[in-house]
């Protein structure tokens, strides 16, 4: 059974900078991409980035130039490096475990984690 535990969420004032990890048990971690998505209070879960089994990356227009996803296969962990913080990027952000190695799958496929609150505020 998969496992990813979230940290690193705080609030942070606008212009700010965190940076989130993740971390999984019980996978084959490498050979699958890894995501991460948030959720907006009162809107719909959106996804932020996913990195590869070959350390290709993508990511949302709005986080472009800001959000850094990485990955450290040795261990089992991917981040997202988060700069110039702004309010609209409040969120729970979420970790997803990939079901192929070049793609996370659908909300109904692959294993979430629990969340971790990033709240950007003056």
């Known amino acids: 059974q998969v496992q990813l535990v979230e940290s690193g969420g705080d609030l942070v004032q606008p212009g700010g900078s965190l940076r989130l990890s993740c971390v999984a048990s019980?996978?084959?971690?490498?050979?699958?991409?890894m995501g991460w998505y948030r959720q907006p209070p009162g809107k719909q879960r959106e996804w932020v980035a996913t990195?590869?089994?070959?350390?290709?990356?993508a990511y949302v227009d709005s986080v472009k130039g800001r959000f850094t996803i990485s990955r450290d296969n040795a261990k089992k962990m991917v981040y997202l490096q988060m700069n110039s913080l702004k309010p609209e990027d409040t969120a729970v952000y979420y970790c997803?475990?990939?079901?192929?190695?070049?793609?996370?799958?659908?909300?109904?496929?692959?294993?979430w984690g629990q969340g971790t609150q990033v709240t950007v505020s003056s």
């Open positions: 997803k475990h990939g079901v192929a190695p070049t793609t996370v799958g659908g909300a109904s496929s692959g294993y």
């Open positions: 019980g996978s084959r971690f490498s050979a699958y991409a």
């Open positions: 990195i590869t089994s070959s350390y290709v990356t």
